[in-house]
């Protein structure tokens, strides 16, 4: 196993993340102030957030829209799922995305979205939901694009989570990955995408095996090199597909 791939590093990570002095109450992104409660997930100690929002080509209000390399510009209904702070659903929401339906399982991230949706006046254009991915959603919700900007690393099926900070790192057994691939396209509007994004942190070809037993195949629409504290780490955009034998 590589360095990166490690998940005792990935949860050292976090630990120093959750614990460090420097830790912001209020951090700066896309030219916005977010607050940042404990025990969430903080978007300007990773390189993940600022990554997913280029593949999404979500910028904010008067910045450069995407170029005609981005396969993906969110637009009608947008579910995210692990919401952390909030800042891709908001910055959705700026985009025009609506409904924007923003889920996590943290009850401390759920509040921390609260908290910045109602800090940039759009709580009436993003419903916050403690979920455990889909668990808190009507049978019938479906949505143009279903995003995760997953807990890529693997760790063992037996881990079991320290704290909540913990569920942004690892997942053990990629247990909530599995359930992803098999429930994520199911909840598309006719047109609509799922996508994944994963880094070389995770374990791409176990997850591409999960995605064959699930009768789903994976397309990469992005890819990014990224400088990271372990050395550089390729993030990857992904489109979760039903095969013809599983629509079938």
Known sequence: MRQTQSYERSLARCAESRTRADRPRVFSMR???????????????????????????ISSPGAAAPGPDSPVRPSGGFLEIGCGA?????????AGCAPVVAADISPQ?????ELNAARHDVTGRVRVVH??????????????????????????????????????YVDPGYTAHRRYLAEAPGRLTPGGRALLHFSSRGNLPRLRA??????????????AVVAEGDGPVEHLLLEIRETPSSAT
């Open 109 to 113: 991230a759920v509040r921390n979205t």
């Open 31 to 57: 030219g916005y102030e977010w607050d940042l409660l404990d025990e969430v997930f903080a978007p300007i100690h990773s390189p993940s957030t600022e990554t997913a929002l280029d593949f999404l080509g």
């Open 86 to 94: 909030g800042v891709i659903s908001v910055l959705a929401a700026f």
């Open 131 to 168: 979920s455990d991915l889909f668990s808190a959603l009507g049978p019938q919700d479906r949505y143009d694009t279903v995003f995760w900007s997953s807990n890529y690393v693997l760790a063992p099926a037996g881990y079991r989570y320290g704290n909540d900070h913990e569920r942004a």
């Open 210 to 223: 999960l995605a064959e037993e699930c009768g789903r195949e994976l397309r990469q629409l992005r890819s």
